[in-house]
Every structure is written in C-alpha cells, then in structure tokens.
T-cell receptor, first 114, second 116 residues
Framework: GAVVSQHPSRVICKSGTSVKIECRSLDFQATTMFWYRQFPKKSLMLMATSNEGSKATYEQGVEKDKFLINHASLTLSTLTVTSAHPEDSSFYIC??????????FGQGTRLTVV | AQKVTQAQTEISVVEKEDVTLDCVYETRDTTYYLFWYKQPPSGELVFLIRRNSFDEQNEISGRYSWNFQKSTSSFNFTITASQVVDSAVYFCALSEVNTGFQKLVFGTGTRLLVSP
C-alpha cells in the first residue's frame, strides 16, 4: 500500500511556543490530505482538509488561526499548532489519498505541551 | 448526517476466547464505505478492512471475520481464538460519496483487553 510518513512522532513543547507537524506522502502525490485529532482515550475527529495550492477547509469548531495548515506541494502538508497550550496536548494524525477512495494514515504525532 | 456507534467501550476476554466488536452506522447515502482499524498502544492506525455498501458478503481473514448487514446498518467484527497481541483499541469508520470517500467518520472505539 501507499506510505504516508508523519514527523515528528513525539514532541514536547513549552506553553506559548509553536510546533510544526509534517505529513508526507512518500510514493504518491496527494492533492488532498486530512488532519485528525485524538484526545486521550477518545475517538479521532477530523480537524481540517488540506488542499494543495489552496486554503485548508476547517471543520466546525476548529480554530484556523490556531491550527495553521499549509499544503505547499503534492507530497507535503504541514500542521502548525500556534501558541500551544496544555489543552492542545493530543495525538494528531494525518491521512493522504492517492485517488478518490482510499486514504492512508501516517504514524501520528503525540504532542505534549508543558 | 453520518454517524458511527460503537456501544462497547471496553471488552475483556481471556486468550482463546472469541470476541465480537459491534459497529452500527448511520448514513443517508446509498454509496459509502465502512472500515475497521486497529490502534495499538503505540498509536498508529492499522488498516484491517474496507467494505463498500454494495458488497454485503461477509469476509474472513485468518482469525478475523466481518459481518456486514445493511438491514440493521451494522458492520460487526469478530476475532476468533483471541490472542494477547489483539489487545488494542478498534475503530469502526464510515466514509460517504457526498462528503468524499477519503474523509472518515470514526466511532468512539472499543478497547479490547486479552489476558493470558
């Protein structure tokens, strides 16, 4: 299957700083990527749809100024958590799709804000 | 609106027992996909199966089997002769043609604990 790589797998940052998470499709091009968030022992919730060359589409309740998404190329989308706070601590996972049907998930990033 | 319900929050079994994880979904679309993923403690999502709405045939893969019944909007997952390595959180998910097949709506997950 197609490979999606996410980096870093774990990150600890201080409150008030920003952290960037990368999602790369390694062996295919993806015009669309997706970012999900998972609180501890909770389900995965879609945060936003990342569109190559255009603005991301955010789900209701997700602060676009807080979670900046950039999809500058067909193989890379980045999620930047700006001015992170402890409540932003979560597991963030991306997915990318080579076609119209199947999306492949990255390994996820566990963010801890201290 | 699309919704996936996994009523079982946590299931504990002893090794070699069979266990069934329930999944009930809601959708207005006639064309959709259903998924099961395994999430071990490390966090990554391990793809188990994808089934489209036009294929109600049950599937078996080793110790895993899936029962898809459109009449009850259910897509249940059975592990036969469970093993300790099966311990994980299992998510059922749905995607629809109207919102894009790549975009998944997940259930709340079922934590499976298999003890020796």
């Amino acid at each position: 299957g197609a490979v999606v790589s996410q980096h870093p797998s774990r990150v600890i940052c201080k409150s008030g700083t920003s952290v960037k998470i990368e999602c790369r499709s390694l062996d295919f091009q993806a015009t669309t990527m997706f970012w999900y968030r998972q609180f501890p022992k909770k389900s995965l919730m879609l945060m936003a749809t990342s569109n190559e060359g255009s603005k991301a589409t955010y789900e209701q309740g997700v602060e676009k100024d807080k979670f900046l998404i950039n999809h500058a190329s067909l193989t890379l989308s980045t999620l930047t958590v700006t001015s992170a706070h402890p409540e932003d601590s979560s597991f963030y996972i991306c997915s990318a799709a080579p076609g119209q049907i199947e999306a492949f998930f990255g390994q996820g990033t566990r963010l801890t804000v201290v | 609106a699309q919704k996936v319900t996994q009523a079982q929050t946590e299931i504990s079994v002893v090794e070699k027992e069979d266990v069934t994880l329930d999944c009930v979904y809601e959708t207005r679309d006639t064309t959709y996909y259903l998924f099961w993923y395994k999430q071990p403690p490390s966090g990554e999502l391990v793809f188990l199966i994808r089934r489209n709405s036009f294929d109600e045939q049950n599937e078996i893969s080793g110790r895993y089997s899936w029962n898809f019944q459109k009449s009850t909007s259910s897509f249940n997952f059975t592990i036969t002769a469970s093993q300790v390595v099966d311990s994980a959180v299992y998510f059922c998910a749905l995607s629809e043609v109207n919102t894009g097949f790549q975009k998944l709506v997940f259930g709340t997950g079922t934590r499976l604990l298999v003890s020796p």
